[in-house]
């Protein structure tokens, strides 16, 4: 009788706590996507990887492969690379599995993570049938994302500007069609994020209704800090940075539409005072040698990441 005294107390106490009641675990409630996404206490880490899009040209025209962008990193000592899924052979085909586990062993043995990969895709197209496509070509290649050990898979949300519908009624598709790739990831593991890309999305504020609609722990946003346009950058990341998962940081960005060169130590200090912690991938663009350009931007985000 004592035993069940106790325990009947002890399940007093817990269903009365007001913890355990927020958490969302006792009522059956989803805990919110700001509590999955909560940061840890000990703050931010930053490790260094590189966005295959800085070799475009060479990738895209097969004077360089992706095995050579491996070599590439090691030789700069970056932590990890982005290997985008449309250098890869047979694109927008998924490689065979013996040419996906011969890449991820060549770079855990050069020490290099992969850091996550991406896909083309355009989900305000209003056919239905041609984003269904596109839900085939991610869900694919979330499947190769999870043999590749890459964490995270890059989507785009589209470019079109269908008429006779407006934002709200193309977010309303995009994002039930991104919410079928969602679970898509969660069943292999590898978190869905799309890429702020001044296309669809072209604010933190756009780029904020689309994930809180989503509202998935794996679910998030690559956070291209040179695809804000309109008014304010640091103000625009500063909003966004508690929804990334991954980055872009390039050279360039835009104040008030001025392109110019990026304050990396604002853009630094913002990334830490988010407590993230994870990839800071680097991607250049324009004209350029990139075994040139890439070096030279990576010794500034470093000394970024040393003094912010």
């Known amino acids: ?23 969302g675990i006792l ?95 355009d989900f305000t197209n209003p056919d239905a049938a041609k984003r269904k496509e596109d839900i085939i070509l991610i869900k694919n290649w979330i499947e190769c994302a999870s043999k590749l050990g890459a964490p995270v898979i890059r989507i785009f949300s589209g470019t079109q500007n269908p008429p006779g519908y407006s934002w709200t009624q193309i977010k309303t598709w995009m994002v039930k069609d991104i919410n079928e790739c969602v679970e898509h990831g969660k069943t292999h593991g590898v978190i869905v994020a799309v890429q702020n890309h001044n296309d669809f ?38 909003q966004n940075a508690k929804y990334a998962v991954n980055w872009q940081i390039k050279e360039n960005l835009y104040v008030d539409g001025v392109e110019q060169k990026t304050d990396l130590k604002k853009v630094i200090s913002i990334v830490k005072a988010s407590g993230y912690r994870g990839y800071l991938p680097i991607e250049t663009l324009g004209e350029g040698d990139p075994k040139i350009k890439v070096p030279r931007f990576l010794a500034e985000v470093r000394k970024a990441i040393e003094r912010g």
């Open 1 to 23: 009788m004592k035993d069940y005294v106790e325990r009947r107390n002890f399940l007093k106490s817990v269903v009365v706590s007001p913890a355990l009641i927020a958490s």
């Open 27 to 121: 009522s059956g409630t989803p805990p919110s996507q700001a509590s999955y996404n909560k940061r840890s206490e000990t703050g931010s880490k930053l490790k260094t990887s590189l966005n295959a899009y800085s070799f475009n040209e060479p990738l895209k025209n097969g004077s360089m492969k992706l095995e050579d962008l491996l070599d590439f990193c090691a030789a700069n000592n970056f932590d990890a690379v982005d290997l985008t899924g449309y250098y890869f052979p047979g694109y927008p085909n998924v490689p065979p599995d013996e040419y996906i586990f011969n890449l991820k062993r060549k770079a855990f043995l050069l020490g290099l993570d992969i850091s996550g990969t991406g896909v083309r895709n």
């Open 201 to 238: 999305i072209k604010t933190a504020d756009e780029a904020q209704n689309i994930i809180e609609s989503v509202n998935s722990a794996w679910f998030g946003l690559i956070l291209d800090i040179g695809s804000y346009r309109r008014g304010d950058p640091f103000k625009q990341i500063e």
